[in-house]
């Protein structure tokens, strides 16, 4: 019912910028908290950034002062700017989003994933 769609995602060199964006759609009353998580071949998934209630931020340790998120409130859209990109990177970007529909059930929903690739 509600659906997550990401955009951004693509090839740069080390040292590089990137930015990402995630758009919700649907029966969406209200969002609690979107926010984007990464995940490399062979590691699992793990937290890049997420905005949390009150607009509130959180960062993973090795992307803070790198990547920034901010958000859209008006079009329930979540961006996500990395700065200083490195080849440990290179992941599958995931976003999510948490919230209530207008039938006041609760939503818990993933993107279908972006690859960002950063070379050497």
């Known amino acids: 019912q509600v659906q997550l769609l990401e955009s951004g995602g693509g090839l740069v060199q080390a040292g590089g910028s990137l930015g990402l964006s995630c758009a919700a759609s649907?029966?969406?009353?209200?969002?609690?908290?979107m926010g984007w998580y990464r995940q490399a071949p062979g590691k699992q998934r793990e937290l890049v950034a997420a905005?949390?209630?009150?607009?509130?931020?959180v960062y993973g340790d090795s992307m803070k002062g790198r990547f920034t998120i901010s958000r859209d409130n008006a079009k329930n859209t979540a961006y996500l700017q990395m700065n200083s990109l490195k080849p440990e990177d290179t992941a599958v970007y995931y976003c999510?989003?948490?919230?209530?529909?207008?039938?006041?059930?609760?939503?818990?929903?993933w993107g279908q994933g972006t690859q960002v690739t950063v070379s050497s």
């Open positions: 999510h989003a948490d919230g209530h529909t207008y039938s006041l059930s609760r939503f818990d929903s």
């Open positions: 649907g029966s969406i009353s209200s969002i609690n908290a």
């Open positions: 905005m949390t209630k009150n607009d509130g931020t």
